[in-house]
């Protein structure tokens, strides 16, 4: 058979042509290059960078890490330097004494990648050009709120706005994104903004374009060769020559590409992965050194219900179906144990636990639930060392012994599960029990459909079907629905009883809680049927809420009372519980420190490793190359 | 003569009926789904960064003008006959205002090099042994390759794909499991081409081995069958060469019912591509199909199940033209 | 029957074959309701536990004996196989019968409908049709969506073979005698299609079952319920490969393999039992 001695001819020489290019980043020097996932995955739409329009081309990119810039930046961990840092902005925002004007002084000595200086121009232009343009994405919030922006000279700017508003500079301070500022000497010369594709982009950031797939699946950005003149220089010089943001398929191919030393950066994959990588190399480290490895994201996975439903209007019915859940059993289903428990409505992350879970663990542990028939404390305040317990026999070193550690890995206490309670909460709520199901007060199966987002977020999924698992075992028909596509524009349409997402999200390092919940307050609530805008995708609302809330308004962002009212709202959220507070999104960011070290980890918090935080572009500065030491 | 135009007026006639019925379905289809796209980009902007209330509003409202999504059922359906007429996609909602022709353009080339080439390799292959195995039927290594393309055939597509992942990806890391080319690459010259191929090779590898059964067994019956006819015994008692016996009077008698498979199956690729492009992260139609999909950007689904429909049915068409003037006996009945 | 059956044993490797295989996918199958633990339910027992005396199969990431996962899931799969092999197997019986007896307009507009469903392409609209029903998206809802579009090309087989009897003087006879439509189509014509039927019924049961897998998969079916491809999804979801819990995805993917195999040797001695020369007419029939 001569045709099988050309295949194997064909077959070595392949193989011999495969080693000799080995991994690689084709011409690229692959030790000044870091490769990190994007987790967006493909971009439909590649050459689109004008990150301006909404849902246009990738953003995550490295487009608002490396590329954009704006006026200021909340850490959600620590911080480089404090966990404000002005970025554009020279300074922290000035308001009038009635929040009616916000002044803006500018830093000197920022330069565009294609050498024009970075003026109040920029800034007065970007508001300007989106308010005509409401398409924008942040042409709305623009139009609401002002009223005329000017620029008395070349490094201030000042804001008239509409109406009160402590919290406008929000808009301009990121965290995962904000307003990005437009180079306005590129678009003043387009027609139409909204059309124009913005390829290449010129950047403010400490970085620049240079090169992309025309399939969307990777991009690679260069340092500036002036690099000084970008705001991020205050931090020192930005360790990778090249960046690329690439699409690395589904979690075991990411754990395969780190493992095989051709992806730095994997943003986030399945736990299992993580173990994976933990016992077979090395050179990965997650944001803990030991379990749970994670970053937790400042978001709060919940159990979301929708309060124009019934029987989840009712508070008992919230109780009740929160004293059935074990924490440790969904804690192991989804995290396989390396999730950081919450109680309560706020994200045990960043620096929250010196904002509010220490100074509220009192006050939970002497909290009283009154079932009517008797009154018990339900918060267990040793569930996360219990956890820690139970991991300890498989996972041994990597679990934390130090309570303190744990507490801020695996987390403080939660609700102790109690069905002799919920029976009596439901049972004052008229539920009945027929045999082994339970009945709602018009005599229908008690039944919950519990919607999730199947592969689109698979820990949170596996957390769905733990708890709607639980729900069963007490006598509730409930059972989960998968719902990849499309998820939060469902839940926001409030077609839903019950679904596993988050409607709390702060920023991390600072205690205000405005970030969500402003829009909390009964004034943007929807009659059901109609979009709720978020992020009040429970649809609550309390008296008590918006009266914490309209305070919140009146006080400046860095009152100390911001953290008085927050420990108010959660308070309220704990005896009302509109959503069942589960856990931190945590991220299992791996970094392989093969080629590059000094990634931030929680013994050096300096900033967010999630890849697709704008926040990140801190992470550069401290990067070093590992084969230059 | 006149009856073969006659026969292909009424074929094309039933061409074009198809494809309307078909576009219609998949209009019907797409237009059902309850996916928004300008809720899918809103909810791309408030999920993660700021999001107040009061911008949700405005945003909805300028989006929709901006889609073209305004205006009555009926208006939309004229529309988009209208576009359609003159081979005009409309803008992708998803990638908004990219026309929906250039990100289809964008796709087609890796999908039809990577599942034109596949199918035709495993359908030279397959009819080739299939062939030989019809007409030396004692030759022990022939048998085992019946024996291995018959258990190989039934299996589903995902299954074949995900062995070869699992075993060349992972077990024996040998081969790229994603992508098309290497990225940075030179996309001119020898290292581009040849990257691309080495991309390829697991994608069109799993495409082969799922094809060559049904071609290998479909062949070799009709060879088997052949070899019977009494032209074959003649032959070879005339002292023909056995080689020259099999290639100009059985294969090439065989192949004109494997060619209408042929044509069939290159109509048919776009079935195949969405589940190789998903295991193996290829680029191409079936990537751009499911995230369009996830988008709700039915413009572009639109654009590019009417791609496919034409497609297929083109290729029966061509068949169904072609047929008569190969087999006159189809022709005159 | 019986004695056929012995017959195709003794004489049939492939028939042989393929019973043994189907025979041990059923007694699998059957074994489920012999499951000492409930069904949908996880963290019944110790996770990520490799092959053992205790547990055969090993154990899944999620706390589930894979032994009798397994069962289940293949019994919902060989259901869910057989509901729309018989549904599709209806409507392409009803389809071909018809348009091959009445012939003329009713026979090309059945046609043109049918020659519709082919060209539409099968996998992006199943993928639709799971966007389009979102809640009401059910396994029975599936089974229905498949066998919608399962029939065309069987139909247009049956059809072939009802044209060549409608030329055949006992359907002359039996018009002359006064029989209905309905009568002659169902006394006269239906057995001479019924061994195609079921021949096709075997395969039409493989491309469904593939079909499930593949949709499952990619998690565009109900994940709750088990199958083999709801098995596998979530042996993905948990990185089962890169975890090495290996078992998670061997056995299924042997066992639907099995699955396949069997069928398909089953459809093609009977093919060979019934008509040597059927899949040629078969190959006709497509074009």
């Known amino acids: 058979m001569r045709i099988m001695q050309v295949l194997a001819f064909f077959a070595s020489a392949w193989l011999v042509a495969q080693s000799a290019l080995a991994q690689g980043i084709s011409n690229l020097p692959r030790e000044e290059t870091i490769i990190i996932e994007n987790p967006q995955g493909t971009i439909t739409n590649p050459p689109w960078f004008n990150i301006w329009m909404v849902a246009r081309g990738g953003n995550s990119t490295g487009l608002q890490q490396l590329g954009m810039d704006t006026l200021w930046y909340i850490d959600p961990d620590a911080g480089i330097d404090g966990v404000w840092d002005n970025s554009l902005a020279a300074d922290k925002p000035q308001y009038n004494a009635d929040f009616t004007e916000m002044t803006v002084k500018l830093r000197d000595g920022i330069f565009w990648s294609d050498g024009v200086e970075f003026t109040a121009d920029d800034v007065v232009f970007t508001v300007q050009t989106q308010m005509k343009n409401p398409s924008m994405i942040w042409g709305p919030v623009f139009l609401a709120s002002v009223d005329t922006v000017t620029a008395p000279d070349k490094r201030t700017v000042v804001f008239k706005l509409k109406r009160p508003n402590s919290r406008f500079h929000a808009t301009f301070t990121v965290r995962w994104n904000a307003a990005w500022i437009m180079p306005k000497h590129v678009f003043e010369k387009v027609e139409d903004p909204t059309k124009f594709d913005f390829n290449p982009p010129v950047t403010i950031g400490p970085y620049k374009l240079h090169s992309f797939d025309p399939n969307g699946k990777w991009y690679i950005w260069e340092k500036r060769e002036d690099w000084q003149r970008t705001s991020l220089a205050r931090h020192g010089e930005p360790g990778p020559k090249y960046a690329a943001y690439i699409d690395p398929g589904p979690p075991d191919k990411r754990v395969i590409l780190q493992l095989n030393h051709q992806l730095d950066i994997i943003h986030d994959t399945s736990p299992e992965g993580v173990f994976t990588l933990v016992k077979q190399s090395p050179t990965s480290q997650g944001w803990f050194k030991g379990f749970p490895y994670a970053h937790p994201d400042p978001t709060l996975p919940a159990v979301l219900f929708n309060h124009q439903v019934k029987p989840f209007d009712n508070p008992d019915v919230r109780w009740a179906l929160a004293l059935l859940i074990d924490i440790k059993a969904v804690s192991m289903a989804s995290y396989r144990g390396a999730a950081t428990i919450s109680a309560i409505g706020v994200p045990p992350t960043g620096l929250y636990g010196k904002y509010y879970f220490d100074p509220m663990e009192d006050w939970l542990k002497n909290f009283e639930i009154d079932t009517g028939k008797s009154k018990y404390k339900p918060y267990d305040p040793t569930v996360g060392q219990q956890i820690a317990e139970m991991l300890r026999p498989s996972m041994g070193e990597q679990i934390p012994t130090d309570p303190k550690e744990i507490a801020k890995a695996i987390g403080r206490g939660w609700w102790k599960p109690n069905p002799e309670a919920a029976t009596q909460l439901l049972e004052r709520a008229g539920f009945t029990k027929q045999g082994d199901q339970w009945l709602k007060p018009d005599g229908t199966p008690f039944s919950i459909t519990l919607l999730v987002e199947g592969d689109q977020r698979p820990v949170m999924t596996r957390a769905g079907t733990m708890i709607v698992q639980q729900w069963r075992q007490f006598g509730i028909a409930a059972k989960t629905q998968a719902y990849p596509s499309d998820f939060f524009p469902r839940v926001e349409s409030g077609d839903f009883e019950t679904a596993i997402g988050w409607s709390v999200e702060t920023w991390g390092g600072h205690p205000d809680l405005s970030f969500f919940l402003d829009s909390w307050h009964s004034e943007f609530l929807k009659p059901r049927g109609e979009r709720q805008p978020p992020r009040n995708r429970q649809r609550w609302t309390h008296p008590e809420l918006d009266k914490i809330i309209e305070e919140i308004r009146t006080i400046d962002f860095d009152d100390p009372k911001v953290q008085e009212l927050g420990q108010e709202y959660i308070k309220l959220a704990v005896r009302e519980m509109p959503i069942i507070p589960l856990m931190s999104y945590n991220v299992f960011t791996m970094m392989d420190t093969t080629y590059w070290t000094g990634y931030p980890s929680a013994d050096d918090p300096y900033t967010n490793p999630v890849p697709n935080w704008a926040n990140t572009k801190y992470m550069f500065v401290r990067l070093k190359a590992a084969k230059a030491q | 003569m006149r009856t073969y135009a006659l026969y292909l007026v009424r074929r094309f006639a039933q061409f074009i009926l198809v494809v309307f019925i078909g576009i219609n379905i998949a209009y019907l289809i797409t237009h059902l789904t309850p996916v928004d796209p300008v809720e899918q980009a809103i909810s791309s902007v408030t999920m993660f960064g700021q999001s107040s209330p009061e911008m949700v509003e405005v945003m909805r409202k300028t989006l929709r003008e901006l889609y073209g999504l305004e205006g009555s059922a009926w208006e939309q359906y004229v529309s988009f006959w209208r576009r359609m007429a003159t081979g005009d996609f409309g803008p992708s909602l998803s990638a908004f205002p990219t026309p929906v022709s250039t990100l289809i353009w964008q796709a087609l080339p890796w999908t039809l090099g990577l599942l034109v080439s596949s199918t035709l390799i495993a359908w030279i292959v397959g009819n080739f042994l299939g062939g030989l195995a019809g007409y030396y039927r004692k030759n022990s290594l022939l048998k085992a390759l019946g024996i291995l393309a018959m258990s190989l055939q039934p299996i589903p597509y995902y299954i074949v794909a995900f062995i070869l992942l699992v075993v060349f990806g992972f077990l024996w890391p040998v081969l790229p499991i994603s992508g098309g080319a290497e990225m940075n690459i030179d996309r001119q010259g020898f290292a581009f081409a040849a990257s691309i191929v080495k991309h390829s090779i697991l994608p069109a590898l799993s495409l082969v081995l799922v094809g060559l059964g049904a071609w290998f067994i479909g062949m070799r019956s009709l060879v088997s069958n052949i070899v019977t006819e009494d032209y074959v015994t003649y032959a070879e008692l005339g002292g023909v060469d056995r080689r020259r016996i099999l290639f100009s009077y059985v294969m090439r008698n065989a192949l004109s019912p494997q060619l209408t498979g042929l044509a069939l199956s290159l109509g048919a690729i776009f079935n195949g591509a969405i589940i190789t492009e998903f295991v193996f992260g290829y680029p191409g139609m079936g990537t751009l199909l499911v995230r369009a999909v996830n988008a709700g950007d039915y413009s572009l689904v639109l654009g590019i199940t009417s791609v496919s429909i034409i497609a297929v049915a083109s290729a029966i068409l061509v068949i169904d033209i072609i047929y008569p003037l190969l087999d006159p006996r189809v022709a005159r009945s | ?287």
């Open chain 3, 1 to 287: 029957m019986m004695k056929t059956v012995r017959d195709l044993f003794r004489y049939n490797l492939e028939f042989a074959l393929g019973a043994i295989l189907i025979l041990i996918v059923f007694g699998f199958a059957a074994a489920s309701f012999f499951s000492p633990y409930p069904p949908m339910d996880s963290y019944v027992v110790a996770p990520d536990v490799p092959p053992s005396w205790a547990y055969p199969f090993g154990t899944n990431s999620r706390g589930q004996d894979v032994f009798w996962q397994l069962t289940l899931a293949i019994r919902n799969s060989l259901l869910f196989g057989l509901s729309v092999a018989l549904m599709s197997r209806i409507l392409s019986l009803l389809i071909g019968l018809v348009a091959g007896y009445a012939g003329g307009i009713t026979d090309r507009i059945l046609m043109t409908i049918n020659d519709t469903f082919v060209v539409i392409p099968l996998f992006p609209i199943l993928v639709l049709f799971f966007f389009m029903m979102r809640d009401n998206m059910s396994w029975p809802m599936l089974a229905v969506a498949m066998a919608s579009l399962g029939w065309p090309y069987d139909a247009r087989l049956i059809r072939s073979v009802a044209l060549s009897l409608r030329t055949r003087e006992f359907t002359a006879m039996s018009v002359f005698s006064g029989m209905s439509t309905r009568q002659i189509l169902v006394e006269e014509h239906l057995p001479y299609v019924l061994p195609i039927v079921f021949s096709t019924t075997l395969n039409n049961m493989n491309w469904s079952i593939g079909l499930e897998v593949t949709l499952s998969v990619i998690g565009f079916t109900n994940i709750e319920t088990p199958t083999i491809g709801t098995m596998i999804y979530w042996a993905n979801q948990h990185t089962a490969m890169v975890a090495g819990v290996w078992w998670w995805i061997l056995f299924p993917v042997v066992l639907v393999i099995m699955t396949f195999l069997g069928l398909y040797l089953l459809s093609v001695s009977m093919n060979e039992y019934i008509d040597p020369r059927s899949r040629l007419t078969r190959m006709g029939g497509q074009a």
